[in-house]
């Protein structure tokens, strides 16, 4: 049974940083490109980076390129999305999907595998 288990989230103030992980179990980690979604309420759920099965070719969302960074540890069976800079806007579950290719990761409905995600709250 696939299980991705986020943690990380928190309350923050607005400039500050926080490190989410997502710990994968049941699958080939490595056999899986890996990403982060975000859903805020009354909003769609939307797409915030992936990376490629080795760790490269990250791909970002407009809105958080340059202040977010996806990473994952093949070894540990873990992908990381370090948030600095957080804002307001970046309030949102942010979930962990593993996804057979990085294009899929692109497409919510394509995904293949959810975590249950994990609260971000970023405060003015």
């Known amino acids: 049974q696939v299980q991705l288990v986020e943690s990380g989230g928190g309350l923050v103030q607005a400039g500050d940083s926080l490190r989410l992980s997502c710990a994968a179990s049941g699958l080939s980690f490595s056999s899986y490109a890996m990403g982060w979604f975000r859903q805020a309420p009354g909003k769609e759920r939307q797409f915030v980076a992936v990376?490629?099965?080795?760790?490269?070719?990250?791909v970002y969302a407009d809105s958080v390129k340059g202040r977010f960074t996806i990473s994952r540890d093949n070894a540990k069976n873990t992908v990381f999305l370090q948030m600095d800079s957080l804002k307001p806007e970046d309030t949102a579950r942010y979930y962990c999907?593993?996804?057979?290719?990085?294009?899929?990761?692109?497409?919510?409905?394509?995904?293949?595998?959810w975590g249950q995600g994990t609260q971000v709250t970023v405060s003015s």
């Open positions: 999907a593993a996804c057979r290719t990085r294009n899929i990761c692109l497409n919510e409905y394509a995904v293949n595998y």
């Open positions: 990376v490629n099965y080795s760790g490269g070719a990250p």
